[in-house]
């Protein structure tokens, strides 16, 4: 059964020593005009997950323990930052859709530049980092600057959301495959192809990221191409973190319902007949993980 109304979950309790990474000291002195000590700089590019700290792979962890600087984007939990020694300097290079606060040559250039002077750098992105984040971006600058980088991976936001909803990506008897879009193009004129989106939803689920503030036009569109009103969709709305919230609706009343909601993301669509497949989980047991283990 579909739960239509907005359910939050007041689940996740993180460490409480939150926000002090926000204050941490500044990386202005860091970096040093050349690298005497000739020690060879690195980079980690690695993925944060969707939000719970607890879904940091160990390496992912490891790298926070290791690094010298951590550049982090605005889609990374403060849970994730709790988990920065202190000593390790931070630097938000965030970039909130439509609210750039850097450009990505910059964060490009400030990031080669870290690991030219010799230090370890983690650039630590949401989610995973193969999954919309513009990581070829950042290793075509580390590769002209002849450093050498790794990538981690992270859970991507459809999967922790699907574990922490309930709804699978996938169900043998509705959709058989899944499909990620983004509603969001480097050319904001550019439209997402409708007409395969609109196809693509009688077998498979279509998760759309980047999308909240295009959920009317997106649903509209989908509508005149075919695709039934009552069709199922549920938004997930900070996924895996302590302020979770979903809305479950069908195309038609999909948008209205969000609005209601006042929902400011970050967000999924799911779309797709699994959204009537969703599974009762328990987000409670999370809890009581995050206690036996002590975080
Ligand atoms: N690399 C990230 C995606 C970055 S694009 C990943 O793999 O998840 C940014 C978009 O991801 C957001 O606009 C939103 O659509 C989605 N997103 C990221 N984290 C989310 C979360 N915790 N809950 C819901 N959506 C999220």
Same mark, same amino acid.
């Given at each position: 059964?579909?739960?239509?109304?907005? =359910?939050?979950?007041?689940?996740? =309790?993180?460490?409480?020593?939150?926000?002090?990474?926000?204050?941490?000291?500044?990386?202005?002195?860091?970096?040093?005009?050349?690298?005497?000590?000739?020690?060879?700089?690195?980079?980690?590019?690695?993925?944060?997950?969707?939000?719970?700290?607890?879904?940091?792979? =160990?390496?992912?962890?490891?790298?926070?323990?290791?690094?010298?600087?951590?550049?982090?984007?605005?889609?990374?939990?403060?849970?994730?930052?709790?988990?920065?020694?202190?000593?390790?300097?931070?630097?938000?290079?965030?970039?909130?859709?439509?609210?750039?606060?850097?450009?990505?040559?910059?964060?490009?250039?400030?990031?080669?530049?870290?690991?030219?002077?010799?230090?370890?750098?983690?650039?630590?992105?949401?989610?995973?980092?193969?999954?919309?984040?513009?990581?070829?971006?950042?290793?075509?600058?580390?590769?002209?600057?002849?450093?050498?980088?790794?990538?981690?991976?992270?859970?991507?936001?459809?999967?922790?959301?699907?574990?922490?909803?309930?709804?699978?990506?996938?169900?043998?008897?509705?959709?058989?495959?899944?499909?990620?879009?983004?509603?969001?193009?480097?050319?904001?004129?550019?439209?997402?192809?409708?007409?395969?989106?609109?196809?693509?939803?009688?077998?498979?689920?279509?998760? =759309?990221?980047?999308?909240?503030?295009?959920?009317?036009?997106?649903?509209?569109?989908?509508?005149?191409?075919?695709?039934?009103?009552?069709?199922?969709?549920?938004?997930?709305?900070?996924?895996?973190?302590?302020?979770?919230?979903?809305?479950?609706?069908?195309?038609?009343?999909?948008?209205?319902?969000?609005?209601?909601?006042?929902?400011?993301?970050?967000?999924?669509?799911?779309?797709?007949?699994?959204?009537?497949?969703?599974?009762?989980?328990?987000?409670?047991?999370?809890?009581?993980?995050?206690?036996?283990?002590?975080?």
């Amino acid at each position: 059964m579909i739960n239509s109304t907005a =359910i939050k979950f007041p689940f996740l =309790i993180f460490r409480k020593r939150l926000n002090r990474k926000a204050a941490q000291t500044p990386t202005g002195n860091l970096l040093h005009a050349d690298n005497t000590a000739g020690k060879p700089g690195q980079v980690f590019i690695v993925g944060a997950g969707p939000g719970d700290a607890e879904l940091l792979t =160990i390496k992912a962890w490891k790298c926070l323990q290791q690094a010298d600087v951590v550049l982090f984007d605005w889609l990374v939990d403060k849970s994730v930052l709790a988990e920065i020694p202190r000593h390790v300097k931070t630097e938000f290079v965030g970039k909130r859709s439509g609210q750039h606060s850097m450009v990505q040559q910059d964060i490009c250039t400030r990031m080669v530049a870290l690991a030219s002077s010799g230090l370890k750098v983690v650039r630590l992105k949401g989610g995973d980092p193969a999954v919309f984040a513009r990581t070829t971006e950042e290793t075509a600058a580390l590769q002209q600057a002849n450093i050498p980088f790794a990538i981690v991976p992270g859970i991507t936001a459809a999967s922790g959301a699907s574990a922490y909803t309930g709804i699978p990506l996938t169900e043998r008897n509705c959709a058989q495959s899944v499909t990620l879009a983004t509603a969001h193009f480097k050319d904001p004129e550019k439209m997402p192809d409708w007409h395969s989106l609109a196809k693509a939803t009688k077998t498979q689920t279509v998760v =759309i990221y980047m999308g909240l503030s295009r959920l009317k036009e997106i649903a509209e569109n989908l509508s005149s191409r075919g695709v039934a009103e009552d069709f199922p969709v549920a938004v997930v709305e900070n996924a895996c973190c302590s302020n979770q919230q979903v809305i479950a609706g069908n195309l038609a009343d999909i948008a209205d319902k969000v609005q209601g909601a006042k929902l400011t993301g970050p967000a999924l669509l799911i779309f797709g007949e699994v959204v009537k497949s969703r599974q009762q989980v328990s987000l409670q047991l999370l809890q009581q993980v995050t206690h036996v283990t002590g975080f």
